[in-house]
């Protein structure tokens, strides 16, 4: 796995990349301004370029986020998840604890293909709420996660932009997709979202109690939207592989 330079790039340009490359046209990501964010630009006084934050604050009405940057390797991302749900809750690692396995759904607003495979997530995921362990765990959980929401300005401030929530909550509603959709915050989100792991929307990782990822047949990253059909047979594939 490669590392990140010293100095931390975080493109709005990338962001619009994964409109182009999943869902059409760069024009449906709607960032089209190019934004590096550097450790040495975020604050960090100390010299050290590995870590470093942003003021909170607000910029053109939107809370910029407080961030001590350090790198996360990506396998130990979601162990090490700090987010919040799009009703501005705290959510952590221990959401995973929920269910023997979690597939996060990583999707965009401006995705067309993400949108309109959510109504058979939704169903999925309604479905295994009745398929209970014999201590009432469940075995399979779902965790929506809107990848477009983290930002930054020409300045290199981080925020979540209040815009996209808005637009997201209306797209869950919309689509009955409801379970749990999150936004990526702080040191978490950014390292999720300006790793380059993340190359399209929608992407999905299947993880463990634990937060650990889980690989697949398609691979620890699965890319693209799938059909019902197709979701059903590789989450029974991930169930049984993680209970035997």
């Not at 604050?43 to 607000?58: C, E, H, L, R």
């Not at 809107?146 to 929530?165: H, P, Q």
């Not at 047979?233 to 993680?242: A, H, M, P, Q, Y």
Request: net charge negative; hydrophobic share 35%.
């Amino acid at each position: 796995m490669i590392k990140y330079k010293k100095t931390f790039l975080f493109s709005i340009a990338m962001l619009t990349a994964l409109g182009i490359s999943a869902c059409g046209g760069a024009s449906d990501a709607g960032k089209a301004t190019n934004t590096e964010v550097s450790s040495t630009a975020s604050g960090n006084a100390s010299g050290n370029t590995d870590t470093g934050s942003t003021n909170a604050g607000s910029t053109d009405g939107k809370v910029v986020q407080d961030v001590q940057y350090s790198y996360i390797e990506f396998d130990d991302l979601f162990e090490k998840m700090e987010a919040e749900d799009i009703d501005g809750n705290k959510v952590d690692s221990q959401i995973f604890k929920k269910a023997d396995v979690t597939m996060i759904n990583i999707w965009g607003t401006f995705c067309s293909p993400c949108i309109t495979e959510m109504p058979d997530i939704g169903e999925i995921n309604r479905a295994y709420q009745t398929d209970t362990n014999s201590d009432g765990s469940l075995k399979f959980q779902v965790i929506g996660l809107v990848g477009d929401a983290l930002a930054a300005d020409k300045d290199g401030n981080i925020y979540m932009d209040s815009n996209v929530v808005d637009k997201a909550k209306d797209i869950v509603e919309k689509t009955s997709a409801d379970y749990l959709h999150i936004v990526p915050t702080g040191n978490f989100g950014i390292n999720l979202m300006g790793g380059g792991r993340i190359s399209y929307f929608p992407s999905t990782i299947f993880v463990d109690k634990e937060g650990d990822i889980i690989e697949t047949s398609e691979g620890e990253i699965v890319i693209g939207a799938h059909k019902r059909a197709d979701w059903e047979k590789l989450i029974k594939e991930v169930i049984k592989d993680e209970q035997d």
